[in-house]
T-cell receptor, first 115, second 117 residues
Framework: AQSVAQPEDQVNVAEGNPLTVKCTYSVSGNPYLFWYVQYPNRGLQFLLKYITGDNLVKGSYGFEAEFNKSQTSFHLKKPSALVSDSALYFCAVRDISGGYQKVTFGIGTKLQVIP | GAVVSQHPSWVICKSGTSVKIECRSLDFQATTMFWYRQFPKQSLMLMATSNEGSKATYEQGVEKDKFLINHASLTLSTLTVTSAHPEDSSFYIC??????WGSGELFFGEGSRLTVL
């Protein structure tokens, strides 16, 4: 079985400061990892993904994430937070072994950027 | 990126009635679509996997007769909540995966807020 953990319900950061939203995962095979953002009463928007290759992945809106296989982590980062980044962030994993199609989401982390 | 359209965005219905939610892939073909349910301050719960031209695959604990899923074409999947009750009130989100995109990121609709009175 695959699973995702987002240990923080909420992250508060001052505007202009760097932000990190944590994610750890568990899969039996090789993972595909994703980050999505959700604004109130909206669907999810894709931010970035790790499939293979460079462990540092760059995505939309200046976000990036670092894949760490030994720590089974895929933390989301941004060098300088904006108030407009305030939203709900979901980490997700897909175990690609055996053609498994399901994507498992974490519980979400609310990011609050304080002006 | 690929666009998924979901309709309606908001729906209010009386208890006992049925509600249909549509999910369309606008600029790509989707042999597989996924239906999720999201409770307040909680993650997405996968309800079922909708496969074009075949029966949907439901997750454990999801009533297939309650949540009817039809995927009649490569661009449309529908979720019908039958005989809705207040406990069915929730935010329902569909997603689709682009055919041939091996990395498998999902593209989501905007969600449908169902309120059953």
């Amino acid at each position: 079985a695959q699973s995702v953990a987002q240990p923080e319900d909420q992250v508060n950061v001052a505007e202009g400061n760097p932000l990190t939203v944590k994610c750890t995962y568990s899969v039996s095979g090789n993972p595909y990892l994703f980050w999505y953002v959700q604004y109130p009463n909206r669907g999810l928007q894709f931010l970035l993904k790790y499939i293979t290759g460079d462990n540092l992945v760059k995505g939309s809106y200046g976000f990036e994430a670092e894949f760490n296989k030994s720590q089974t982590s895929f933390h989301l980062k941004k060098p300088s937070a904006l108030v407009s980044d305030s939203a709900l962030y979901f980490c997700a994993v897909r175990d690609i072994s055996g053609g498994y199609q399901k994507v498992t989401f974490g519980i979400g982390t609310k990011l609050q950027v304080i002006p | 990126g690929a666009v998924v359209s979901q309709h309606p965005s908001w729906v209010i219905c009386k208890s006992g009635t049925s509600v249909k939610i549509e999910c369309r892939s606008l600029d790509f073909q989707a042999t597989t679509m996924f239906w999720y349910r999201q409770f307040p301050k909680q993650s997405l719960m996968l309800m079922a996997t909708s496969n074009e031209g075949s029966k949907a695959t439901y997750e454990q604990g999801v009533e297939k007769d309650k949540f009817l899923i039809n995927h009649a074409s490569l661009t449309l999947s529908t979720l019908t909540v039958t005989s809705a009750h207040p406990e069915d009130s929730s935010f329902y989100i569909c997603s689709a995966r682009v055919v041939g995109w091996g990395s498998g990121e999902l593209f989501f609709g905007e969600g449908s807020r169902l309120t059953v009175l």
